[in-house]
């Protein structure tokens, strides 16, 4: 595949709410289906699929512990560029607000101000 093709299917993976949920919710821990849809509320087949769906994009990795999967960010820079996302977001919608799902990089807050 080359770059545009990557893009895209990361882009499209990420268009769907309750992934965003999902990669919020592990952002920086091991989780298990259980946990997962007892936080998000979704159902088990639900978060199950979007599971399958994030490991095929590889922004998530499974590791089995005894009987349980535990799924986590396969790296954690997404949840930057998530953060930028968010505030790119926000001002096209002439949005103002501190309450983000996703925290900007210091590097890029600091750029922002000087912009």
Not at 20 to 43: A, M, N, Q, W, Y
Request: with cysteine; glycine share 6%.
């Amino acid at each position: 595949m080359n770059e545009v093709e990557d893009l895209k299917i990361l882009f499209q993976t990420l268009s769907e709410t309750n992934r965003l949920k999902i990669i919020h919710f592990i952002r920086d821990k091991k989780c298990s289906v259980t946990e997962i849809v007892e936080e998000t509320g979704l159902s088990q087949p639900l978060v199950s699929h979007h599971l399958k769906v994030l490991r095929k994009a590889r922004i998530l990795e499974a590791a089995r512990e005894g009987p349980f999967v535990y799924y986590q960010l396969k790296n954690k820079r997404l949840l930057e560029a998530l953060g930028i996302f968010g505030e790119i977001a926000c001002c096209l919608g002439g949005i103002k607000t501190k309450s983000r799902m996703f925290c900007c990089p210091n590097w890029w807050e600091k750029q922002s101000k000087d912009s």
